[in-house]
């Protein structure tokens, strides 16, 4: 099928960057501890039901809820609950588990499952995907019956599954259906399609790999309820509302979620863990993880267990001599990873080490720049693009300076926002019904803005403070009925 | 480069000169570049900085400047020189007293300003120009990012009106220097007096008649061909090569009559007078599509305003040839080019919705040629952009009215 692959104004290319992973898959063995959080994700908070002392098995439900929107976290090694306290995560504070392990691979096997999964029925498929945890997937979760998502199986119109790799340090999605993961994924989006009968289903690739495109599109040869097609690769085209737009030519209202236009958005991994929860009946414990950027010697996939401290995912393959800074997911949105015991989390997808770029460079603003990304053709980096690999590292590369009205924000903006209109107003405090009819709630916080702008502005910040006072002020975004 | 990295580093620490921390912290970033690194997320960022963005403006500039300086002559470098001194001073000292950095902004101003004056003003009136334009075009409203009017041409237009004999009387021919430098009039006075004092394109020579002006070479031939013509001791104005061809060669012009052309390509490659900046047009097209290229300056701005003169300017011509000159010498003579390409596309300065710049650069267009044909001034490139700068916030909340409705409650 033939579809158009530019669906949105705006948006960047992030070409050829340094330390991209390759196409490659390692394990990097069981750990000696892991610290798992009872929330995961979106998922509320999960009440925990282990004590200090217990033994564990990996693949044991060690924390669930079925009143509140959440599902179930398991231990991911086999071992000992050795400790348990609060831990940042995600900007909020979750009780975490940590357990010792005896180094063993073994996991617990879910009851029910069946390699002939054609034979089971779909409350029995509903209840094996609660119980493995892999409902807990994406931004909104997969519903069942157990309250996992905020959306009524009933209710979803359209199941969107993307890799289309716009980010610039991320997974490739031909390393994650590679094989028969491929044929993984197929059987994983036809349980989907057993559960969530009235859903049509899209796959949404990078439109440059083309054989990737051809084979996804062979394993779904009989099934015409699944669309494959390309998308190019312009960050942020893997976020939920250009997804929606591109593939569905339907907008989101600002604020709302893809679940609020009957949309549940997955990725490749999490489909993948489906097929494996209702074929194998293993649960969620284990995630394979990009390695990315300079900071690493060596670039795989790596599969590593749920709850695995940093630490030992790096161990032995960090670079020597400079100081790192680890981000998780995204260089643009993602947190970073304060300490190195931080644990890997169930939607973490990559893990991307930049150089913590302190050092002046003398004449920076004249330098031809032949390694150096910007927006802006300013740099001989557009002409050497093709050739040399550009440097992801975190220096501001300039002073903070008075917004001068360049317009990069503006011609940028994947949401056709304004978004030196908006920081202007957040900045002089005007919180009221004008940053609402700017849309502000229409900024999905891809951060490009910020990424470009020359003044150095944090325009992402201002612009998400400002949600934030507008919400405190009883401005909420408009919710469907 | 060590001892300059301590002599830094110790001047930062010398209490006496904590005041001119924003001094010191200029000259450490622009040799040095800075240490700081992103706080949060994003965690990497664009590697653009408003001094690359300020130095490829100045980079677009030079080939203007080198032009100048090969038409005029060294003087250029010094008035250069006092611009950039008196109204630098005048940064830092307003940095200083609001206690930030030094805005690199006024590296453009400082060069623009003396660019647009003649060639031949005298140096404290670019001093006193410069000064005014960059206190109260600029720092009076806040400085940086808050200024509604160009600075340069506010300065522009003080000495405009404080000095009017110096801005409207001197035109230093190019390359023509030495203390007897020939002094002419610029090529939009000469239409602007000829135009009013004799006849544009006659059918009929009728005797009597001292000045003709030819804007094109049909307009000549219909003169010659109709044998009532007198052409005897007329003075011959002919715009543009082949009208001056035609009439200089003719048998009943040529001989007996003085026939003066002002000539495109020699308004294209600076033969004509003008301002310091502007005359050698092919280097301001040059560094005004640089900038296009490289995104620093929009091309909204500048397309709409330079068509809108095109397109005006030719329905005028047809309907009024007397007053309204003909497109292509609208677009070549004086500073539109100029002032097109590196005034008007102000970012600060001019709307910064789409659809408003449209609306900005139509604007000027017509008023320009609206200035030039029926106002006491012979150009209105600075007026008009200087008008339309006032309007531009005004522009601005038209059009978002437009894009953004109003939310119901």
């Known amino acids: 099928m033939k579809a158009k692959t530019r669906a949105f104004c705006g948006g960047y290319r992030f070409r050829n960057f340094e330390a991209t992973p390759e196409d490659r898959l390692t394990s990097v063995g069981i750990p000696s501890t892991v610290t798992i959080t009872l929330m995961q994700g979106f998922s509320n908070e999960v009440p925990c039901l282990v004590q200090l002392g217990d033994t564990v098995k990996a693949g044991q439900i060690i924390g669930r809820d079925d009143e509140t929107v959440s599902s179930p976290v398991h231990a991911s090694v086999n071992g000992k609950v050795v400790k348990m306290k609060k831990l940042a995560y995600l900007g909020n504070e979750a009780a975490s588990i940590t357990i010792s392990s005896d180094g063993t691979e073994a996991w617990q096997k879910l009851e029910g499952c069946n390699a002939r999964w054609e034979i089971l029925t779909a409350d029995q498929i509903e209840k094996l995907v609660y119980l493995s945890g892999a409902s807990g997937a994406g931004r909104a979760g997969i519903p069942t019956r157990f309250k996992s998502s905020i959306i009524d199986g009933d209710k979803v119109e359209h199941v969107i599954v993307h890799g289309v790799e716009s980010e610039m340090y991320g997974p490739l999605s031909a390393t994650l259906l590679k094989g028969q993961r491929l044929s993984q994924f197929a059987d994983g989006l036809r349980i989907l399609k057993k ?19 051809a084979d996804v599109s062979g394993a779904f040869a009989d099934n015409e309820w699944v669309c494959v097609r390309g998308l190019e690769p312009r960050y942020p085209a893997d976020y939920d509302e250009v997804l929606v737009h591109a593939v569905l030519n339907k907008s989101m209202r600002g604020g709302h979620l893809a679940a609020n236009v009957g949309v549940i958005v997955l990725d490749i991994q999490d489909v993948i863990q489906v097929y494996e929860a209702v074929a194998e009946g293993k649960p969620v414990i284990e995630r394979t993880v990009a390695m990315c950027g300079r900071g690493f010697t060596d670039h795989p996939h790596a599969r590593v267990r749920i709850g695995t401290p940093l630490e030992h995912l790096a161990a032995g393959n960090v ?10 997911n995204s260089a643009l949105t993602g947190e970073r990873f304060a300490e190195m015991t931080q644990p890997i989390d169930r939607n973490c997808d990559a893990v991307i080490a930049v150089h913590e770029n302190d050092g002046r460079e003398m004449f920076a603003f004249v330098r031809p720049g032949a390694r150096k990304d910007s927006y802006s053709p300013t740099f001989l980096s557009k002409v050497f693009g093709k050739v040399l690999t550009k440097r992801g590292e975190t220096n501001l590369h300039g002073e903070e300076r008075p917004c001068i009205f360049c317009g990069f924000c503006d011609e940028i903006c994947p949401a056709g926002l304004m978004p030196h209109h908006l920081f202007h107003h957040v900045e002089r405090n005007i919180i009221d019904e004008t940053l609402l009819r700017f849309k502000i709630y229409d900024c999905n916080e891809c951060n490009l803005c910020a990424y470009v702008c020359p003044s150095k502005i944090p325009l992402g910040r201002y612009i998400k403070e400002g949600k934030n006072k507008l919400i405190s002020e009883g401005l909420h975004p408009v919710r469907p009925h | 480069m060590k001892p300059v990295r301590l002599l830094l580093d110790k001047l930062y620490e010398i209490p006496a000169l904590a005041r001119f921390k924003p001094v010191i912290g200029a000259a450490d970033a622009i040799l040095y570049g800075t240490n700081e690194t992103t706080h949060a997320a994003p965690h990497v960022v664009d590697n653009i900085d408003i001094k690359r963005y300020m130095i490829l403006v100045i980079v677009a500039l030079l080939p203007a400047v080198a032009a100048a300086y090969l038409s005029f002559g060294w003087r250029i470098i010094a008035i250069i020189m006092v611009s950039y001194i008196a109204g630098g001073a005048v940064e830092v000292i307003f940095a200083i007293i609001r206690k930030h950095d030094i805005h690199e902004g006024f ?26 334009g960059t206190m109260f075009g600029k720092e009076m409203f806040g400085g940086t990012g808050r200024n509604i009017f160009n600075p340069a041409l506010v300065g522009r237009l003080f000495i405009t009106l404080a000095v009017p004999g110096i801005m409207t009387m001197y035109w230093q021919t190019p390359f023509a220097s030495g203390p007897d430098a020939i002094t002419s009039a610029t090529p939009l006075t000469t239409y602007k007096s000829t135009a009013q004092a004799a006849v544009v394109n006659p059918a009929i020579v009728k005797e009597g008649t001292t000045q003709v002006l030819f804007t094109n070479p049909y307009a000549v031939k219909r003169a010659i061909h109709n044998y009532d013509s007198q052409f005897d001791g007329v003075e011959v104005y002919c715009l543009g090569g082949p009208a001056y061809k035609m009439a200089a060669n003719h048998r009943r012009i040529g001989p007996d009559n003085a026939v003066r052309m002002v000539s495109y390509a020699d308004l294209l490659i600076g033969k004509e007078p003008g301002s310091m900046g502007e005359t050698f047009r092919l280097a301001v097209i040059a560094g005004g599509i640089f900038l296009i290229v490289l995104r620093i300056s929009n091309w909204r701005i500048p397309v709409s305003y330079i068509l809108t003169v095109l397109a005006f300017g030719a329905i005028g011509h047809f309907f009024l040839p007397a007053k309204i000159a003909p497109p292509l010498f609208q677009v070549l003579a004086g500073g539109l080019l100029f002032g097109a390409f590196f005034m008007a596309t102000d970012p600060i300065t001019s709307p910064f919705t789409k659809a408003g710049k449209y609306v900005f650069g139509i604007s000027c267009g017509v008023l320009t040629v609206l200035i030039r044909s029926f106002s006491g001034y012979v150009e209105g490139v600075m007026f008009s952009i200087v008008i339309m700068n006032a309007f531009s916030p005004l522009i601005d909340q038209i059009v978002l009215r437009f894009k953004y409705r109003p939310v119901k409650a």
């Open chain 2, 107 to 132: 590296l453009i101003t400082g060069l623009i300003f003396p660019l647009v004056l003649p060639p031949t003003v005298p140096l404290w009136v670019v001093a006193v120009g410069v000064v005014f």
């Open chain 1, 195 to 213: 559960m969530l009968g009235g859903a049509a289903f899209h796959v949404v690739l990078n439109a440059e790999r083309t054989e990737l495109i």
């Open chain 1, 319 to 328: 670079r020597q001599g400079k100081n790192w800074r680890f981000l998780r």
